[in-house]
């Protein structure tokens, strides 16, 4: 049967679109478990430590006991002296013990956290990119990464667990031993005891899990908006005072609960400490008239006092060690959902690597393809709006028996409205999704018999707004290829028209692009994500040129840095200037997901179909940007666009 549980182990109903709500499924202690049998052997140094720290705990209650009743009653220094000597002898072998089982527990909730995490890592790193799109980032870096430091905190709480539940079970016994009657009194204590020290402990436990709730609403919301592109978002259409009254809010809430958490941890711990002296105060009456009326001596009372004292401590330990598990439990599973998620694009077992020496060529071949829904690539927990799903989303077909080929080392063109299934086009070709009909080839193999490597030795992507990592120009580059020597960077700089720039930099290749690259312009990072594919070498050119209106000097750097860059490859452009579109060997006019026409610029002017009538209306008509000598301007591919549109 599956259980419902809160994080934190409140239970909620299973319709609750909280986030906080898991579905623990069957099988997932036993699963967590499993995780725990790589460290059999600390887990026994533990427990055996564990057991050696009770054992101090309730031998020094009856070296007191000897030390009142056969030292100071009897008149016996030695005696005296001896027993305090080995008492604090014990007190400082428990401290020793207390810091090893301290070492032993986090090992152990460091190494099994540590296995759960990279496990996820991995396979997150190898799911399709549908998943990424699906997924909002700030909650995935969440479940990874802050969910596990909190299930590894937890881990220690319940390995102490483990010590108090030896302590408490000793200590009961011995209390046995010395008086029945005490023992029987604080067992009738110990519930009286729990139940303030149980509620309090609810709230705390409600409450903290609305704390991360708050917490983790405000960190996603920084996380969108603190990033370059929020940030730019939010100064050019942002409302300024709406935004901040929002931020206001959400760090009320945290303050509020915050404050709140403090008041019930600390009102937990007077509760404890005053049940803990009101017991030791009972104890003591009782005890002391059970002294004089000669039913144990002095020593005896002494040594439960100090056994009293040690007890309520492990308890209150053990009263949380439910939660704790189950937390343990929760936050597991978490991560067990994402590992269930099986990787909608996998490498076949036997697939093949391709050639490297040659460019292969492409082709496409009755492909039929639709982006995957929400349930076949994501989870709902995952993804900030739920309502596709709710709705029983299906996604409509994107392309269309779409068939077509191109030649190795020839370019081709792809034009055509927007929305029309270019990018898509392209996506396929480095198999970021696989096609639900037909097949894409390179090489004349079809890309699911590939191997994951080889494809991307292959292919090489530059998309519109290329994407740069928050380190030097150099790391940057060498991301292509860690291996390149200095001359090789330089070399790749140079065919991307990208030098001169960087020497012109104080810090050269050591200049750090910002975050997502914003300190460059987009010339400037486009012709460093040319410089980076060049770096790569691949056979294979997939590109989206900028739609951006680029300067005429960066604009004619790109376009040279392109030549290079497309050079004796077989390459797929998803072009949005005339020249290139001039240049090409092949153009395909994509509309409605299929290819409406194909040919040369000449074949298809000469045609007369759609891209004919575009072309002149665009660029022959008077009065339009006309004849761009130059070659540059997305004039067509915009007129195209409206078409689409219309
Ligand atoms: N990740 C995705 N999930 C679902 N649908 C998508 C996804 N990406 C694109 N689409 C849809 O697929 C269709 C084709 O999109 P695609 O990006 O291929 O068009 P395009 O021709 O490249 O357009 P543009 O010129 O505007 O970039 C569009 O209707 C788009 O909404």
Redesign the pocket.
């Known amino acids: 049967m599956d259980v419902v549980l809160r994080y934190g182990g409140v239970k909620r109903s299973a319709d609750d679109p909280d986030p906080w709500v898991t579905k623990v499924r069957k099988g997932t202690v036993r699963r967590v478990l499993a995780y725990f049998r790589p460290h059999v052997g600390k887990v026994t140094l533990f427990v055996l430590v564990a057991v050696l720290e009770a054992l101090i705990v309730v031998t020094t209650p009856l070296l007191l006991k000897e030390l009142v009743d056969s030292g100071i009653a009897k008149n016996d220094l030695g005696v005296v002296i001896l027993t305090a000597s080995l008492a604090a002898g014990l007190a400082v072998l428990s401290a020793a013990l207390a810091l090893v089982s301290g070492y032993i527990s986090g090992r152990i909730g460091e190494g099994v956290t540590y296995d759960l995490r990279v496990q996820a890592l991995d396979h997150v790193r190898r799911l399709p990119?549908?998943f990424f799109?699906r997924t909002q980032t700030g909650v995935l870096v969440g479940r990874l990464h802050t969910e596990l430091i909190m299930a590894r905190q937890q881990f220690t709480g319940l390995l102490m667990a483990v010590t108090s539940l030896v302590v408490v079970v000793v200590v009961l016994i011995e209390l046995f031993v010395l008086s029945w009657l005490v023992a029987v009194i604080t067992l009738v204590l110990i519930p009286l005891f729990l139940v303030p020290w149980i509620h309090a402990g609810r709230v705390i436990q409600r409450r903290t899990g609305r704390l991360m709730d708050a917490n983790a609403g405000l960190g996603g919301l920084l996380q969108e908006r603190f990033n370059v592109q929020g940030a730019m978002l939010s100064k050019l259409f942002g409302r300024p005072s709406e935004e901040m009254a929002e931020y206001t809010d959400r760090a009320r809430k945290i303050r509020g609960i915050g404050v709140s958490l403090a008041v019930y941890g600390r009102l937990a711990f007077v509760m404890m400490a005053l049940v803990a002296s009101l017991a030791t105060a009972f104890v003591y009456g009782i005890g002391g008239g059970l002294v004089l009326a000669g039913a144990f001596q002095l020593g005896t009372l002494v040594a439960i006092a100090t056994l009293l004292g040690r007890l309520f401590g492990p308890i209150t330990q053990l009263s949380g060690m439910q939660e704790l598990a189950q937390t343990i439990v929760v936050s597991f599973s978490r991560v067990f959902e994402l590992l269930d998620l099986k990787p909608l694009i996998q490498e076949r077992p036997g697939a093949v690597g391709l050639a490297r020496n040659e460019a292969p060529d492409i082709e496409f071949d009755a492909v039929s393809f639709r982006?995957?829904t929400a349930d076949e690539v994501s989870l709902a927990s995952l993804e900030h709006l739920r309502a596709e799903r709710e709705r029983g989303e299906v996604?409509?077909d994107?392309l269309r028996d779409v068939s077509f080929h191109v030649p190795a080392g020839t370019l081709t063109a792809?034009v055509?409205?927007?929305?029309?299934?270019?990018?898509?086009?392209?996506?396929l070709v480095s198999r970021l999704y696989d096609p639900n009909a037909g097949s894409v080839r390179v090489g004349g193999h079809d890309l699911r018999d590939l191997t994951f490597d080889s494809l991307r030795e292959t292919v090489g992507v530059v998309s519109q707004d290329a994407y740069l990592f928050h380190d030097t120009i150099r790391e940057n580059l060498l991301y292509a290829r860690p291996s390149a020597t200095e001359d090789e960077l330089i070399e790749a700089c140079r065919g991307a028209q990208i030098w001169d720039l960087i020497d012109s930099l104080p810090l050269g290749l050591d200049t750090v692009t910002g975050d997502r690259g914003y300190r460059m312009s987009g010339g400037e990072k486009q012709r460093l994500a040319i410089a980076r594919l060049l770096l790569k070498e691949p056979t294979i050119v997939v590109l989206?040129e900028a739609t951006a209106h680029l300067d005429s000097e960066s604009e004619a750097a790109v376009q040279r840095a392109l030549k290079t860059a497309l050079r004796s490859r077989t390459s797929l452009v998803?072009a949005h200037r005339l020249s290139t579109i001039r240049e090409a060997d092949q153009i395909l006019v994509?509309d409605g997901?299929g290819v409406r026409e194909r040919g040369t610029h000449d074949e298809l002017l000469a045609g007369g179909g759609l891209y004919a009538e575009l072309y002149h209306t665009q660029f022959v008509t008077p009065g339009s940007n006309g004849a761009e000598p130059n070659g540059t301007g997305p004039g067509l591919?915009h007129h195209l666009?409206r078409e689409g549109e219309r």
């Open positions: 990119i549908a799109t982006y995957p996604t409509p994107v792809l055509g409205p927007s929305g029309a299934g270019k990018s898509t086009i392209t996506h989206d998803i994509i997901g591919v666009v």
